[in-house]
């Protein structure tokens, strides 16, 4: 069977073959493409095209960052953003949610690809970030919970885990004001929760307008 490699973008649905005679030759193409949004594995069968097609519906910077894991063993999301103080010196700066989204989703397209590798960079990355700003574990658990079964049991854990072990006292109501009904009741009734039950009856009163 002859096999092609089509990729989509968002400015436009033309699909392109890709003529590259390597794998890393084809691949490159995309760590520059900012329009990526789609990759599509193609077949066909005796010079018919065949009917299947499979999509992997991951964001443009989700497939950029697989390509850079294949390609270099590393992947430009997972660095932190550097910004200067008033002062000119340099600090990181704060990862938002669309970032935390971002890793979720980086997660399951390395169990997508069977990335093992780079699953365990984003959980590495992941664990450093919430050492920084451990109030932020929240939006993880809830980030993981939106995107439902298709984030990897370990990711799941892992930010459980970070949420047990948040210091009440880093949380305010902007950490915890987006957070569902399904997850506050999952926080609350945790039996491996480290707060007491008057940090999380603050973290309730926070959450309630």
Known sequence: MAKAITCTSNNNNQQQP??????????AKFLTDDSLN????????????SLPVVELSFTGSVLQAVVEFVLTHDAQILNSKKRKTPDGEEEEEHVS??????LVSLTEAASYFNLAGLEELVMEY??????KWPCLSFAFLQVCRTAGNSVPDVVLDNAKQ???ETPAKSVSTDHVAALSKIVMEEILM???MKMTECDLFQILSLWVP
């Open 18 to 27: 890709a003529s590259c005679k390597t794998r890393d030759e084809m691949l």
């Open 38 to 49: 789609d990759i599509i594995l193609k077949g066909t069968t005796d010079g018919e095209a």
């Open 97 to 102: 949610i669309q970032q935390i989204e971002s």
């Open 126 to 131: 992941c664990t450093t970030i919430l050492k």
């Open 162 to 164: 970070w949420v047990r």
């Open 190 to 192: 945790d039996a491996e």
